[in-house]
């Protein structure tokens, strides 16, 4: 239930005054449940970023049996992120954003096995509460076509545009509060590059302004590999491109016509990639004469990546995208990357030959029947 709690929330906020009479508490409180048992994870905002996953020890979990359906405690010392995880809601769970003086007011109501929350105290949690609001009804109807085994794929696809639809009105009519944040990544990606350009300067310059910026480069490196589906196939010149290896060099891609490539398109984090290494070094080796290896890093920290080398050593061009790479450059925008492992074989003249998506026997064996 707590896979990936954190792993998926991109949030920062302004720390906002509450009235110093009063004394800092999280109170939360309960209605139609049968098992009072909840889950609270707690991390700092300033360590957030480096959190790798639920098992990281800067999270603090706690399991707490409510008594009399209510509980209160103290916020953390620091600016936080807080995961709380009603056990009787099937993984549901709600995001809230505290600071050391707060007092908040969570209240979960448990009804048609769905969970719904009300949030108040701080303008975050007032606006967080406005989002639910305006949330919930699509939200259910998502949870239920879910729930159902035979539910149309169009029909889903149709419950989640209205859902980026309302994130949008959303979104729009809190333009200039840092609530935004949590949900400016909930936008289609047309939206969010949209209304990145009606930020204001006190916002993009704001603690928040750092995600926002993150939303927009994504949401905006999205389209482009969207767009660049509609080139990229067999039969069509490869793009060229330029970045450094791992020892510092600058690669160009046409530096290698005349000769058979194949673009390995991974990552350190990539649970397919790594399980292929050991075929990928076994293919290497047989058609080292014939044809170059050339393996580029997507979405890697650099020294996760430069560690992966070391432990899996492989003895072919080894590439890197800098995380602040423009997206017009980046390769796996020009090749329109959407999955990993990919992988895609270069003829001498430059031209792609073949496109496979996912780590399968079948593009070693269109390899050696290629490169002969």
């Known amino acids: 239930m707590l896979n990936k709690v954190f792993l998926f929330i991109a949030v920062i906020c302004i720390v906002w005054c509450t009235s110093c009479s009063e004394e800092p508490l999280i109170s939360i409180t309960l209605k139609g449940f049968t098992n009072d048992t909840i889950v609270i994870g707690q991390v700092s905002l300033a360590e957030y970023p480096d959190v790798k996953n639920d098992s990281d020890p800067r999270i603090k979990w706690d399991t707490i049996v409510v008594q009399h359906s209510a509980v209160t405690f103290r916020p953390a010392d620091t600016i936080s992120l807080y995961a709380i995880i009603p056990c009787q809601s099937s993984g549901e769970n709600l995001k809230m954003i505290v600071a050391p003086h707060d ?24 606006a967080i509460n406005d989002y639910n609001l305006m949330m919930n009804e699509i939200t259910e109807q998502i949870r239920r076509a879910r729930k159902k085994v035979d539910t149309p794929q169009e029909l889903l696809d149709s419950l989640y545009g209205i859902r980026m639809e309302k994130s949008a009105t959303w979104v729009k009519s809190h333009i200039d509060n840092p609530a935004l944040a949590l949900y400016f990544n909930r936008m289609s990606p047309d939206s969010v590059v949209s209304y990145y350009s009606l930020l204001s300067a006190e916002m993009l310059n704001s603690e928040v302004g750092p995600l926002l910026k993150s939303a927009y480069l994504r949401a905006d490196k999205y389209i482009k590999i969207m767009n660049a589906k509609d080139y990229i ?22 530096s290698l016509r005349g000769k058979w490539v194949v673009l390995d398109f991974w990552g350190s984090w990539c649970g397919w990639c ?7 070094k076994k293919s290497q080796a047989r058609l080292a004469d014939k044809c170059e290896f050339v393996s580029i890093a997507c979405n890697d920290k650099y020294e996760e990546w430069l560690r992966a080398l070391e432990k899996y050593d492989m003895p072919w061009t080894q590439l890197y995208v800098p995380t602040n790479h423009p997206a017009d450059l980046d390769p796996a ?5 959407q999955g990993y492992p990919t992988k895609i074989i270069v003829n001498p003249d430059g031209v792609i030959a073949k496109i496979f998506i996912g780590e399968s026997p079948e593009f070693y064996q269109e390899l050696n029947e290629l490169v002969k």
């Open 274 to 280: 790594i399980k292929g290494i050991p075929d990928m």
């Open 333 to 337: 925008t020009l090749y329109a990357i």
């Open 233 to 254: 196939r067999e039969g069509v010149t490869a793009p060229d491109f330029t970045l450094q290896n791992n020892e510092g060099k600058h690669f160009t891609l046409s």
């Open 103 to 126: 007092r908040i007011d969570i209240h979960m109501d448990f009804s048609h096995d769905a969970v719904t929350y009300t949030t108040k105290g701080s303008p975050i949690a007032d």
